[in-house]
C-alpha cells in the first residue's frame, strides 16, 4: 500500500519553456503533498507543501511564481517550472501522506529535469 | 532552527558486517523518526519508523531511539552490498508534521 506514482521520470526541455510535473496518490487519499528538490550528492531541499484544496506554502527562497504548485484532488498534485533555466535542473520529488500527523512520507520515484 | 545531524560518511563495511548509521536532532519536541534508504539516482523509501524509546526491529534492520540523548540510530545486520545506498534520517517535530531531513549518510559493504 501507499504507492505514489511520479510522471514523468525523465524531462529534458528548453530554456524558457515550461514543465509539468504530476504526483499522484494511487491506493490511498493524500491530504498533504510535499515537493522536494535534490541537487547532486546533497540532500533533500523541500520547496512546498500543499494541502488539497489550499493553497501551497512555500519554503523560503522557493519563487511561488516559478515554481506553480496545485493540488486540486486528493490524488492529485502538480508542480509546474515555468519559464524553466538551466539553474532548474535538478532531481524533482514528491511525497505524500494521507494524515496530517506524525506518520511516515511516501515518495514518487522523482523526475530528472534537464534544461539545456 | 531544528536540525538533524548525520555523519556524511562513507560508511564502508565488510559484508556480513553491522552497519551502524547515526543520527542526532535538536528539537527536544521531536515525536516521530523515520530512516528511509535512497539509491544513487532513485527517490528515498521508508525502511523504518520508531515512535517510542528503545528498540524496533524489522528483519536485519534495527532502530534505537533514544530522546534523552536525541539520538536515533540504525543498525544493519548481515550487511550485504546491496545495502549500499545514501541513509536519510528524518524527524518529526510536535506540530508542525513537516519533516526534517539529515544530509544523508553514504554507506558502502564491499565485498
Known amino acids: 500500500g501507499a504507492v505514489v506514482s511520479q510522471h514523468p521520470s525523465r524531462v529534458i526541455c528548453k530554456s524558457g519553456t515550461s514543465v509539468k510535473i504530476e504526483c499522484r496518490s494511487l491506493?490511498?487519499?493524500?491530504?498533504?503533498m510535499f515537493w522536494y528538490r535534490q541537487f547532486p550528492k546533497q540532500s533533500l531541499m523541500l520547496m512546498a507543501t500543499?494541502?488539497?484544496?489550499?493553497?501551497?506554502?512555500?519554503e523560503q527562497g522557493v519563487e511561488k511564481d516559478k515554481f506553480l504548485i496545485n493540488h486540486a484532488s486528493l490524488t492529485l498534485s502538480t508542480l509546474t517550472v515555468t519559464s524553466a533555466h538551466p539553474e532548474d535542473s535538478s532531481f524533482y520529488i514528491c511525497?505524500?501522506?494521507?494524515?496530517?500527523?506524525?506518520?511516515?512520507?511516501?515518495f514518487g520515484n522523482g523526475t530528472r529535469l534537464t534544461v539545456t | 532552527q531544528k536540525e538533524v545531524e548525520q555523519n556524511s560518511g562513507p560508511l564502508s563495511v565488510p559484508e556480513g558486517a553491522i552497519a551502524s548509521l547515526n543520527c542526532t536532532y535538536s528539537?527536544?519536541?521531536?515525536?516521530?523518526f523515520f530512516w528511509y534508504r535512497q539509491y544513487s539516482g532513485k527517490s528515498p523509501e521508508l525502511i523504518m519508523s520508531?515512535?517510542?524509546?528503545g528498540d524496533k526491529e524489522d528483519g536485519r534492520f534495527t532502530a534505537q531511539l533514544n530522546k534523552a540523548s536525541q539520538y536515533v540510530s540504525l543498525l544493519i545486520r548481515d550487511s550485504q552490498p546491496s545495502d549500499s545506498a545514501t541513509y536519510l534520517c528524518?524527524?518529526?517535530?510536535?506540530?508542525?508534521?513537516?519533516?526534517?531531513f539529515g544530509r544523508g549518510t553514504s554507506l558502502i559493504v564491499h565485498p
Open positions: 511525497s505524500a501522506r494521507s494524515r496530517q500527523d506524525n506518520s511516515p512520507l511516501h
Open positions: 491506493d490511498f487519499q493524500a491530504t498533504t
Open positions: 500543499s494541502n488539497e484544496g489550499s493553497k501551497a506554502t512555500y
Open positions: 528539537d527536544r519536541g521531536s515525536q516521530s
Open positions: 520508531i515512535y517510542s524509546n
Open positions: 528524518a524527524v518529526n517535530s510536535g506540530g508542525s508534521y513537516i519533516p526534517t
